[in-house]
T-cell receptor, first 112, second 119 residues
Framework: GQQVMQIPQYQHVQEGEDFTTYCNSS?????IQWYKQRPGGHPVFLIQ?????EVKKQKRLTFQFGEAKKNSSLHITATQTTDVGTYFC????????????FGGGTRVLVKP | DTEVTQTPKHLVMGMTNKKSLKCEQH?????MYWYKQKAKKPPELMFV???????INESVPSRFSPECPNSSLLNLHLHALQPEDSALYLC??????????????????FGEGSRLTVL
């Protein structure tokens, strides 16, 4: 079945530094979504990417969808303590019946 | 604040108990979902209801029984659970449900979850 892999699993970041988390799918995706889950919280939708090569920005967050629509990335600049949490990508694929498949998540810890 | 409301927030039950988790949304969404999330793991899809009909059952054991009384409510009935069923149970909804073979492509709105402990 469809697999969505995320790396790294953990990211320790110094406050003020940048980092990137990557998402790779075993199948071509129709779209990809990103969610953030704070410790003890629930997943909250961040963004959806649909087009090949699409790039979207939300303040310090930059999301990218690969040309082949099989991978995506989230880049955060000038990390703040409010960025702590687990970031999940979730992809939809026609090959998987258009179900949303979550990646394993990247857990982000920020060192002040 | 989330627009998907789940009750109870915490539940402790024995293996012989029968309990229910409840979920409510008033956003007019026509697809509703149950997910199970273990610690440090991603949400795992259990059931999907679209237009109040069960669309997907991800081979979930029969000790979990979903119910969708109307377009705003979703229940998960629990019976004879095992300790390994202890987890955070998340309800979610989305804008458009399954229509023919065309799936909704929109975002999921998650509730805050019901944290279940089975003793």
């Amino acid at each position: 079945g469809q697999q969505v892999m995320q790396i790294p699993q953990y990211q320790h970041v110094q406050e003020g530094e940048d980092f990137t988390t990557y998402c790779n799918s075993s199948t071509t995706l129709s779209n990809i979504q990103w969610y953030k889950q704070r410790p003890g919280g629930h997943p909250v939708f961040l963004i959806q990417l649909v087009k090949s090569g699409e790039v979207k920005k939300q303040k310090r967050l930059t999301f990218q969808f690969g040309e082949a629509k099989k991978n995506s990335s989230l880049h955060i600049t000038a990390t703040q303590t409010t960025d702590v949490g687990t970031y999940f990508c979730a992809g939809r694929s026609g090959a998987a019946g258009n179900k949303l498949t979550f990646g394993g998540g990247t857990r982000v810890l920020v060192k002040p | 604040d989330t627009e998907v409301t789940q009750t109870p927030k915490h539940l402790v039950m024995g293996m012989t108990n029968k309990k229910s988790l409840k979920c409510e949304q008033h956003m007019g969404h026509r697809a509703m979902y149950w997910y199970k999330q273990k610690a440090k793991k991603p949400p795992e899809l259990m059931f999907v209801y679209s237009y109040e009909k069960l669309s997907i059952n991800e081979s979930v054991p029969s000790r979990f029984s979903p119910e969708c009384p109307n377009s705003s409510l979703l229940n998960l009935h629990l019976h004879a659970l095992q300790p390994e069923d202890s987890a955070l149970y998340l309800c979610a909804s989305s804008g458009r449900g399954l229509a023919g073979v065309i799936w909704n492509t929109g975002e999921l709105f998650f509730g805050e979850g019901s944290r279940l402990t089975v003793l």
